[in-house]
């Protein structure tokens, strides 16, 4: 394992004393590392594991003038002499309220060096991905905008900004044919919606994605359609494909089809019965390959376009959730019970006994929730505890 240290000093605590004491520092903790530790620029990433040595206060303003040549995650390492300790607990407080993911190594040589360990063994969900997010997030999602390069440097997912209007182009110079013939329901609006879906794919495939996120509400005044059956389709073929531009909950159901290959419903928590550990989760698109029947239906907020309208297969699933900080998540496993259909939820509804689903009037991770089948919790967190 590689691991290479930048140092932080103000220029107040220079001395040979002071430059001495730092070095049998970072001795000791090689030491115990059972490596050499390399000191190098502060740019040099070529590593296992880069550690930014805070050796003194009034280190914060060096930070933050060099932050453009670091990468995050941002181990601060120190030793706490000469208020380095200090000055790490200010760094990490700016870190944390700018969402960056960040830690502070400080301890015995013991520890750091067994924190440096597990730091150089994680292990990220495989190879690169690229996901779409056409047009930014829909305006009610104020808590579910990630910073893109967080998420690079967390889960090796790249986020591609893809304008809206550019999407709406393609439909409208499209000339594709419909492949579902329906008597019960608006024959164009399949149409239209079907040829939406082959203008979603083309996107994948023209920019090389392994899924989307699209504003889709925003389709509703231009085009008079959405993107639900489109999104069904998607997701029947293996491409991930969100709402709303919720980029959380494509990450979710990103990780959900890397670690378990399994599609999933992107859902809205719609009612909670906290006495009975019981929720109601709701949605106008849920891959059919998820049902055991499904049938068109209209848009539920405008009642226009081409909905999806599924009965969900009874039994174990889990409910999950990363937060846009990439810090929390939730992460729960229940049973499906029931599927309704009520006239003022969205068209796809299921009852789930989930336990502990007070937690989400608590301390919820963002609106839409991720759910899909069998019993995974231990293998989220497992994974998570790795990761975040």
């Avoid at 690079?152 to 999407?167: A, G, H, W």
């Avoid at 709406?168 to 919606?193: P, R």
């Avoid at 085009?223 to 979710?252: F, V």
């Avoid at 019970?337 to 969205?346: F, K, Q, R, V």
């Amino acid at each position: 394992m590689v691991v290479k240290v930048s140092k932080l000093i103000s220029t107040l605590h220079e001395s040979n004393k002071f430059n001495e004491e730092n070095k049998a520092f970072i001795n000791g903790v090689a030491s115990s590392l059972g490596s050499p530790i390399e000191l190098s620029d502060i740019d040099d990433y070529d590593c296992d594991v880069k550690l930014i040595f805070i050796a003194s206060g009034g280190s914060e303003g060096l930070f933050l003038s060099n932050i453009s040549r670091l990468k995050p995650p941002y181990y601060l390492l120190t030793n706490g002499s000469n208020n380095s300790l200090a000055a790490s607990l200010e760094i990490l407080t700016y870190l944390n309220n700018n969402s960056l993911k960040g830690e502070i190594l400080h301890g015995s040589n013991e520890y750091i060096a067994s924190r440096i360990k597990e730091l150089g063994t994680k292990k990220e969900v495989g190879a690169p991905a690229r996901l779409g997010v056409i047009g930014k997030p829909s305006d009610w999602l104020i808590s579910s905008i990630p910073n893109y390069e967080a998420v690079k440097q967390t889960f090796n997912i790249e986020l591609v900004d893809i304008p809206l209007e550019k999407t709406i182009e393609l439909y409208k110079g499209k000339n594709d044919k419909t492949s579902y013939k329906t008597t019960v329901f608006s024959q164009s609006e399949v149409n239209n919606a079907s040829k939406f879906s082959s203008v979603l794919k083309d996107i994948v495939r023209d920019n090389a994605l392994d899924g989307l996120t699209i504003r889709c509400f925003d389709l509703l005044p231009v085009i008079r359609m959405t993107g639900c059956l489109a999104l069904s389709n998607l997701n029947d073929e293996g491409i991930i494909g969100t709402c709303e531009g919720d980029i959380m909950a494509m990450i979710s159901m990103y990780l959900v089809k890397k670690l378990f290959n399994q599609s999933s419903f992107q859902a809205n928590p719609s009612k909670i019965d906290v006495e009975n550990n019981r929720i109601v989760l709701a949605h106008c698109t849920i891959p059919t390959d998820m049902t055991s029947s499904w049938q068109f239906h209209t848009h539920f907020e405008s009642k226009i376009g081409v909905a999806i309208k599924g009965e969900v297969k009874e039994g174990p699933l889990t409910v999950f959730r990363l937060s846009s900080d990439l810090k929390h998540y939730f992460v729960e496993e229940g049973r499906i019970i029931e599927n309704l259909n009520e006239g003022d939820l969205c068209r796809t509804q299921i009852v789930v006994e989930l336990p502990n689903v007070s937690t989400l009037l608590k301390n919820p991770c963002g609106n839409h929730h991720i759910v899909f089948f069998g019993h995974h919790k231990k293998e989220i967190e497992r994974y998570l505890s790795k990761i975040l």
